[in-house]
């Protein structure tokens, strides 16, 4: 069994800034997910369903992200903050019981099977799943 790459249909580009705010460079800021090197964002919804499952070494916190072309501070996502991290030659090696969310080379998302199970729903349409590291294959 492995654990599944997350990411979202809608893009945007993301800036993280010295003072812990990103700027949006390019799209718009209303995925549920957006991932980035060295960050992860929810947004509202998608904190409030992570956050009832008690999910391991994952803290949220409040998150702004500076729209510049509409002059605007969006409150709308919270960082996600992941303490299990892993390089793609361990993947095999991750536990994956229970409701677990994982951070590949400071860049990629990944949930384990039963999370995968919660997320993979009508409340998030947007998000897609793919099993390992099928995604990278190429």
Same mark, same amino acid.
């Given at each position: 069994?492995?654990?599944?790459?997350?990411?979202?249909?809608?893009?945007?580009?993301?800036?993280?800034?010295?003072?812990?705010?990103?700027?949006?460079?390019?799209?718009?800021? /209303?995925?549920?997910?957006?991932? *980035?090197? !060295?960050?992860?964002?929810?947004?509202?919804?998608?904190?409030?369903?992570?956050? $009832? @499952?008690?999910?391991?070494?994952?803290?949220?916190?409040?998150?702004?992200?500076?729209?510049?072309?509409?002059?605007?501070?969006?409150?709308?996502?919270?960082?996600?903050?992941?303490?299990?991290?892993?390089?793609?030659?361990?993947? /095999?090696?991750?536990?994956?019981? *229970?409701? !677990?969310?994982?951070?590949?080379?400071?860049?990629?998302?990944?949930?384990?099977? $039963? @999370?995968?199970?919660?997320?993979?729903?009508?409340?998030?349409?947007?998000?897609?799943?793919?099993?390992?590291?099928?995604?990278?294959?190429?």
């Amino acid at each position: 069994m492995l654990p599944y790459h997350v990411d979202c249909s809608e893009h945007c580009l993301l800036y993280e800034l010295e003072d812990g705010c990103f700027q949006l460079m390019s799209g718009q800021a /209303s995925a549920p997910l957006i991932v *980035g090197f !060295r960050f992860a964002l929810a947004d509202e919804t998608l904190v409030s369903t992570l956050g $009832s @499952l008690d999910i391991p070494q994952v803290i949220y916190e409040p998150a702004i992200i500076r729209d510049s072309r509409e002059q605007k501070e969006l409150t709308t996502h919270h960082r996600l903050k992941i303490g299990q991290h892993f390089e793609h030659d361990q993947i /095999s090696d991750l536990d994956l019981d *229970g409701h !677990r969310m994982f951070v590949m080379e400071d860049s990629h998302l990944f949930v384990s099977p $039963s @999370l995968k199970r919660v997320l993979d729903s009508d409340e998030f349409p947007n998000l897609r799943f793919s099993e390992g590291l099928s995604m990278f294959a190429g």
